[in-house]
């Protein structure tokens, strides 16, 4: 499967622990993105990154919460004590680099990581 | 900064009937506009997109959208609904292929009865 790969797709955490979730863009996409969807809402931007640089973390709460996209690896967003507000859908997305020929606009998107706070 | 409105949180229809999902954007330069499905408990996927070019787009499944720049408008149609087309439908806007920072309105939910 060449799609966006995340994982887990399900993750049950406790008041306080930290959830790490993980992304793999598609093949040849130096790019990604982090949406939340929260219940009954639409997706929210989180943070842009490109391989060992943040390009934009404006929709990232300020506290908490923190993305990284090493020279190897998969991308990680990580959120440091969770609360129950944090529950929610998030979504990683990927893309050629944005210019180049390849990129026709679109995000290729995964299926989720779906976080349950209790 | 850009912006989507989708009209209606959920529309109903009837199987065979038509389909209109309505969006409305906001950009300050011309958009790239896209419609996204989401079925339960997957990722999105895309249906159609508008950059540059004719206005009417011609997706997946059936699914159409027409640019209307005088209107700002992006609405999504589909002439008979299907009962597989029942899911969850995001309109999102950028402007530019430089950084994509998609905009998603809040989704339109679709429900499809016999």
């Known amino acids: 499967n060449a799609g966006v790969m995340q994982n887990p797709r399900h993750l049950v955490r406790r008041r306080g622990q930290e959830a790490r979730l993980r992304c793999s863009p598609m093949?040849?996409?130096?790019?990604v993105y982090w949406y939340r969807q929260l219940p009954e809402e639409g997706l929210k931007f989180m943070v842009y990154?490109?391989?060992?640089?943040?390009?934009?973390e404006s929709g990232m709460p300020k506290e908490r919460f923190s993305a990284e996209f090493p020279k190897e690896g998969p991308s990680i967003l990580r959120i440091q004590q969770v609360v129950r507000g944090d529950s929610a859908a998030y979504f990683c997305?990927?893309?050629?680099?944005?210019?180049?020929?390849?990129?026709?606009?679109?995000?290729?998107f995964g299926e989720g990581s779906r976080l349950t706070v209790l | 900064a850009q912006s989507v409105t989708q009209l209606g949180s959920h529309v109903s229809v009837s199987e065979g009937a038509l389909v209109l999902l309505r969006c409305n954007y906001s950009?300050?330069?011309?958009?790239?506009l896209f419609w996204y499905v989401q079925y339960p408990n997957q990722g999105l996927q895309l249906l159609l997109k508008y950059t540059t070019g004719a206005t009417l787009v011609k997706g997946i499944n059936g699914f159409e959208a027409e640019f209307k720049k005088s209107e700002t408008s992006f609405h999504l149609t589909k002439p008979s609904a299907h009962m597989s087309d029942a899911a969850e439908y995001f309109c999102?806007?950028?402007?530019?292929?430089?950084?994509?920072?998609?905009?998603f309105g809040t989704g339109t939910r679709l429900l499809v009865s016999p």
């Open positions: 093949k040849g996409h130096s790019h």
């Open positions: 997305a990927s893309s050629p680099i944005p210019g180049q020929g390849s990129n026709t606009g679109e995000l290729f």
């Open positions: 950009s300050s330069v011309p958009p790239y």
């Open positions: 990154l490109q391989k060992e640089n943040i390009i934009d």
């Open positions: 999102a806007v950028t402007f530019s292929t430089g950084f994509q920072k998609l905009v």
